[in-house]
């Protein structure tokens, strides 16, 4: 499980987003990662039992996202992130791609999946999937347990106008128009702090896995 040592180290380093401060508790910082690094072994163990492209020997060190910000292009000149992320790849080492991803942040943990923002030579390749087999990504993201957990699928950022070689009348023009794939789910800091919590956000991430699937099939 995610301890409240960790939450409370995310909730600190909020308030004293600078370097002094961050070495000065350089060493909570060592512990609240391998808290994180232990739970991501955890959740990959799991989801290597329902996911074949997932392996149990992962080194989860190198899914565990440096707290370290890229600051060259951006206003916020903020040296670290208010979280951790866990990147569980598909492809380790192949470029991007369909990918299962957990965000640890005190009020903002989430577990999500599929494909974010893909490159265009892949948003080419999804559309043409779901143009051939709309059918099936429907049965996946519009069944009952999908929509409890993820919402409305179609409720992700799009397109203003038409994607180039589909018409308006196009019966899937709304899947169509997505800039990107992918299943969100919140999490509660309480849910976290459970023994069972890496087992629930496995379970979580298997009913992304369909989505995943058919994501790949479009990539391959």
Sequence with gaps: MITKETLQFLKDIKE?????WFMAN??????????????????????????????????????????????RFSPD??????????????????????????????????????????????????????????????QIIDAPEFVK??????DQDKLKTLPRDYSADNENIDLLKLKSY???HQLKD???LKKDSAAKVAEICSKIYPLNVFLNNALS
């Excluded at 004293?16 to 002094?20: A, F, I, P, V």
Aim: glycine fraction near 8%; charged fraction near 30%; hydrophobic fraction near 35%.
């Design 190 to 192: 309480d849910e976290l």
């Design 149 to 154: 957990l993820f919402g409305n699928f179609r």
């Design 182 to 184: 992918i299943a969100v």
């Design 16 to 20: 004293n987003n600078n370097r002094d």
């Design 77 to 138: 000149k903020t040296p670290y992130k208010r979280n951790f992320g866990i990147s569980v790849l598909q492809n380790p080492g192949g470029g991007r791609g369909p990918e299962y991803y957990i965000q640890i942040e005190p009020g903002k943990s989430f577990v999500a999946g599929g494909y974010w923002m893909p490159e265009s030579a892949h948003v080419k390749a999804i559309r043409q999937e779901i143009d051939y087999n709309a059918d099936e990504l429907k």
């Design 26 to 71: 350089k060493q909570r910082h060592d512990d609240a990662r391998a808290n994180v690094i232990d739970f991501a072994a955890e959740v990959v163990k799991l989801l290597s039992k329902v996911d074949p492209k997932v392996k149990e020997d992962t080194d989860v060190r190198k899914c565990v996202l440096r707290i370290y910000r890229d600051i």
